[in-house]
């Protein structure tokens, strides 16, 4: 039984190159979300005053609102990362064979 080395290991490349990009593109469409959220939030001053005067019971109410985006591009970025990571795993491997059958052959 004969197994085609070339296409498994471009197949491998091919899909490395290809989660790599995903997880890159997740990482950036993530990080600007997560710029976008902190540029709108509250000026810091403003918020300590209002705290000072409402006291601790009410500092809740001056939290910026919107807190399940930021779990979900923190979960996202996450999320690629480990993807990217992955990805990075399988284009290792796929190069690793690669230098054996090379080392096997020559």
């Avoid at 300590?48 to 019971?57: C, E, M, N, S, T």
């Avoid at 996450?78 to 795993?89: E, I, M, P, V, Y």
């Amino acid at each position: 039984m004969s197994v085609n080395f070339d296409s498994n290991i471009n197949s491998a490349i091919l899909s490395g190159t290809l989660g790599l990009q995903r997880a890159s593109d997740g990482i950036t469409q993530h990080s600007i979300s997560l710029a976008q959220q902190q540029a709108q939030l509250r000026d810091p001053k403003e918020v300590l005053a209002d705290a000072a005067v409402q006291q601790i019971g009410l500092s809740s109410k001056l939290l910026p609102s919107g807190g399940d985006n930021l779990t979900n591009d923190l979960v996202g970025l996450t999320l690629n990362l480990r993807n990217a990571q992955a990805s990075g795993k399988v284009l290792d491997v796929a190069k690793d064979t690669i230098g054996r059958l090379i080392d096997e052959l020559a």
